[in-house]
């Protein structure tokens, strides 16, 4: 008999920003779940119908009222996470980015709070897939992470 394979509805689409700036990346302190009170990158849900690089650019703005401009992807990451009856499959997009223009940011009430840290020496109460995003974003070195 032929094994079928399932198409999991329960996997959810999140796109994040490393913003390089200084050699520092700004972390938020997530309002929301599923992180909720946890130290992580600006992110969000991939609306429907809404490409991720444009979710990425929106949810930036929204976190911390700046714009960037997308420079590359640092990588695609997994998490699974228990809520309710089951487990829910994040998948997260993370991309590096800079600042545009002399933008100062600053959180929105969709963030409790933001930090500058430098990715290569770890981050405070992250969930494992932001330390993860952390150190890769840590790996691609200042020339192609453009610090600015």
Known sequence: M????????????IA???????????????????YHGR???PQGYVKTCE???????????????????????????DDFISEGTGN????FVCYSG?????????????AVDMVWVDPAR???DS???ARRTLTDASKLGRRRFRYR
Do not use: M
Not at 16 to 34: F, Q, T, W, Y
Not at 57 to 65: P, S
């Open 39 to 41: 130290w992580v990158l």
């Open 2 to 13: 032929k094994r079928v394979e399932q198409l999991d509805e329960s996997i959810r689409v």
């Open 127 to 129: 969930p494992d897939v």
């Open 122 to 124: 770890g981050s405070f």
């Open 98 to 110: 800079k600042l545009v223009g002399a933008a100062n940011p600053r959180p929105t009430p969709e």
């Open 51 to 77: 490409q991720v690089p444009d979710a990425a650019r929106r949810e930036v703005k929204e976190e911390l009222r700046v714009e960037v401009e997308l420079q590359g992807l640092v990588g695609v990451y």
């Open 88 to 91: 829910t499959h994040y998948l």
């Open 16 to 34: 994040s920003v490393a913003i390089g700036k200084d050699c520092k990346i700004p972390l938020i302190n997530e309002r929301e779940e599923p």
